[in-house]
């Protein structure tokens, strides 16, 4: 008897671009990740909720990581590549060179991140038209999306930036670019964050009424007129410059890209949860929001029909699922939020310290730090006496108000580790009621949902999952169980 030769592995490669790091995958046809790699990018704040990056600086983070895991293997054996990042902006010339977002006039720094809200007078002007479009982002538009950040620089950096400029890309539909050499768009990052829609595309309406009538003339050239649907294969494949960047070969498959939290919600949404008694076993999937946990919280939930929710994103059509309707609520700051009130605290010396001896990270020196002072309580139940209202930038969902600020009740004179571990406690609470807010806003406007994953960097905190659970009334899992699957 001849034993039947086994065909050779394929592997895929995932680069997935956060806020501060980008990192990348080496997954094979089972679904397996086999290796990962991350890398810090670098972020400017030349003033108050002004946040940029360099288009430049990401890609070179891309091209190291991707090289590293895919160290050793062999290249024919590696069949496709795919980009998800962050909705930040990227503004490049007729000849694809980065231009500057700033006044200082430093062209490297490219890239208006996601998280600015420079374009606040832009997005009240833009919301104050009601036009129609505004409909399916929850009623009013967030200073975070694509128009006001464009509206912004032609009103601000008119010669030196909006006039010599030749394209606005996502982040994510910059890197497919880069691979390919093709400008389409995502039509995930379109329907998102550009009013594009995919049964009726642009409206010329909405551009012209807002002062942006200069991108319809050239029949949106500057801002896409060829849109894919994720996942969709991009042109020919990666370019040969690209290849020789990246480390892998030439031709290969590259996916059209998805939003960074978009491409979380697939992966989570989607597990296979058999044998685990949760409640949306056998349930379809609509049943299920997936929460995507980082510098901030994006929380995904998806209908057959359009549901309308005042103060969520949405809904979108095909964004992220194909066939599904999208809403996205979302947090602006929580990963930063809670880095800001410990970093911030005067005991942090002391925890870092500390922390450093027990060869452990802050947060889970912190988690156990409050174990020890709990005694026979519920740790939740520490911080009866502090309260914290987490929107030091501003509500996203479901009060869609940027002017919020953030708010501390009942701080005492102590000034020691138990009260940094309590504020961290009751700063974490915050964001699990903010979630709560949003899911009860969602489920009031026709969502029928029994489970909540959670995926992202602040997943791994047990705490975080934990507080979750408690305050949304029970089913919080960890996306960490299904990282495989979502990879």
């Known amino acids: 008897m001849h034993s039947k030769k086994q065909a050779p592995v394929k592997y895929y490669v995932g680069i997935d671009v956060g806020s501060a790091s980008v990192r990348a995958a080496l997954v094979d046809e089972f679904g397996t990740v086999v290796a990962h790699a991350d890398q810090p990018i670098q972020i400017w704040e030349p003033q108050p909720d002004h946040y940029e990056q360099s288009s430049a600086d990401i890609w070179a983070a891309c091209c190291s ?16 590549v795919g980009f998800d990042a962050t909705c930040s902006l990227v503004v490049v010339d ?43 982002v929850g009623g009013v538009m967030s200073v975070e999306m694509q128009p006001p950040k464009l509206l912004w620089i032609k009103e601000n950096l008119k010669e030196s930036c909006w006039e010599k400029a030749g394209y606005f890309f996502d982040l994510p539909d910059f890197l ?7 400008t389409a768009r995502s039509l995930c990052t379109v329907v998102c964050k550009w009013t594009y829609t995919s049964g009726g595309g642009w409206d010329d309406s909405f551009w012209k009424m807002i002062g942006l009538e ?69 349930q379809p999937i609509t049943s299920r929001v997936a929460m995507i946990c980082g510098t901030s919280s994006c929380h995904m939930g998806v209908s057959e029909t359009p549901i309308f929710v005042p103060g969520v994103w949405g809904p979108y059509f095909s964004a992220m699922v194909p066939g599904l309707w999208l809403n996205e609520g979302g947090q602006s700051a929580t990963g930063k939020l809670i880095d800001h009130v410990v970093r911030g605290h005067v005991a942090f010396p002391e ?76 700063t974490i609470q915050a964001i699990a009621l903010g979630t709560r807010h949003i899911l009860e806003a969602m489920e009031a406007a026709g969502h029928h949902i029994n489970t909540l994953f959670l995926c992202g960097g602040l997943s791994k905190n047990p705490l975080f999952v934990q507080m979750h659970a408690d305050i949304t009334g029970g089913h919080g899992e960890n996306g960490e169980n299904w990282e495989s699957r979502a990879a």
């Open 65 to 80: 990581v991707t090289k590293k895991v895919v160290c050793g293997v062999d290249a024919s054996r590696i069949r496709g």
């Open 94 to 136: 007729k000849q694809f060179q980065p231009l500057a977002v700033n006044c200082e006039g430093q062209n490297f720094r490219n890239v208006i991140m996601w998280m600015d809200h420079r374009a606040v007078s832009q997005v009240e002007r833009i919301n104050a038209t009601q036009h129609k479009v505004l409909n399916y």
């Open 176 to 182: 497919s670019w880069k691979a390919t050499g093709v």
């Open 214 to 282: 200069d991108l319809v003339k050239d029949k949106y050239e500057k801002i896409g007129n060829h849109v894919l649907s994720p996942g969709e294969s991009v042109g020919n494949g990666l370019t040969p410059e690209a290849a020789k960047d990246l480390g892998l070969p030439a031709g290969i498959a590259v996916a059209a890209s998805l939003i960074d939290a978009h491409a979380g919600g697939l992966g989570v949404i989607g597990a296979d949860v058999k044998g685990h008694n949760l409640p949306c076993e056998n």
């Open 351 to 426: 925890l870092q310290s500390k922390a450093a001896a027990s060869a452990h990270s802050i947060y889970t020196y912190l988690n156990s730090h409050l174990d020890l002072i709990k005694k026979s309580l519920p740790v939740g139940f520490l911080t009866v006496d502090l309260h914290v209202w987490p929107d030091f930038h501003g509500n996203r969902s479901p009060l869609t108000d940027l002017t919020l600020k953030g708010m501390v009740i009942g701080l005492t004179l102590s000034r020691g580790l138990d009260e940094l571990a309590l504020i961290y406690l009751a």
